[in-house]
């Protein structure tokens, strides 16, 4: 099967679409990247997505769905573009969506009990109307329904592709978000620790925004950051925060770590008497400290580190993990065969062929989800109703 991955993460800077060419049955797949395109968004719609995912109406947001699903369509066909086909060559997208907001700790409901919720707009219904294209979406939902975090979920992805038969990994996608998955040489997808560590470049972005005005949107190549000095003490107090200490599973967002926390900052910038050099510094020590306090819960040596998402094009952040792991090497996807930038993209892209083929693919060890459970809501391309699905053999009204 030709399947699109696509996928905006927290950081909202565009949406990335991966084409790969997906065979196999079960756990058992073989997945080719035949083309990779980002589509950053324009400046002032990701302000809107970031000022939605903290203070939206529910008409801002009802709108931005139906507008990111254009966004995520268009994506979709300049990848099948630069690939040099045509929607009728490809047979499924899968979509992660925009996350608007990420409540994964338990509430208790009067009438229901616990409950969890997450919100991922992109409207799928658009997607699919423009590509033709059957598009499954919400990948999410279903793990939290049964009790996980709905996150994270590209580890089932790190577990089929990027394991070493020899050495154990630790993958680390710096996204927004960043999250690590840790893999041992042999083993099954049982075996496997994930979780999200903290903020990847969340915090970074959200400083050089607001310090910029608006004019930059990140600090590129971590080249503001190596220009000041790392504050080791407030750097402790920083790694001191009660969701470095949470054992795993976990998985956090834009709500601990987004704008208020940001602004936190600025006032103890103040106080430390530290220049914002010094503070994108103690920033991007604490990307890489957060990652590092993943090595509490694995259950072995690391071997070595991989490292993905845009943050592994941030030299500081990178120099950091060096400095952490030493003597194990920290390399980035790129140098074990896969597109940084594109390996979360195409995590979706094989979660929605595993959906079609009935195979579960989250991670219980990673999420908590009691069980394994299938992933996403598909809609229908109006061509594959009902022969694709399979719902041509069933007797309804549909069946002819
Ligand atoms: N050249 C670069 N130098 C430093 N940081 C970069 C660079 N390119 C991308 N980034 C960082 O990567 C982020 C996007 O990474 P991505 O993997 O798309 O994250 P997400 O999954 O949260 O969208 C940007 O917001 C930026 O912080
Ligand atoms: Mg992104």
New binding site residues.
Partial sequence: MKVIGL?????A?GV?AALVDIQGHGHDLTVRLLAFVDTPYPRPLQRRILAACIKGTVADICRLNALLGEWFAKAALKVIAAAGFTPQDIDLIGSHGQTIHHLPAPTREPGVGLIRSTLQIAEPAVIAERTGLTTVANFRPRDMAAGGQGAPLAPYAHGLLLRHPDRSRLIVNL??ISNVTYLTNKGGLETLIAFDTGPG?MV??GLVASQSKGRQ??????RLAAKGRVNEPWLRHLLAHPYFRKAPPKSTGRELFGAPYVTRLFKEKRTRKASFEDLLATCAALTAGAVHTACRWTSGPVDEVLVG???A??RAVMAHLVHAFEPAPVRTFDEAGWDA?AF?AIAFAVLAYQTLQGQAANVPAATGARHPVLLGAIVPAQRDWPHRLGLDRVKGPHAE
């Fill in positions: 996928m905006s993460g927290t950081s800077d990335d996204g927004g470049n970074l972005d949107t990140y600090d590129r190549d971590g998402g845009g943050g094009r941030n930038k979360e």
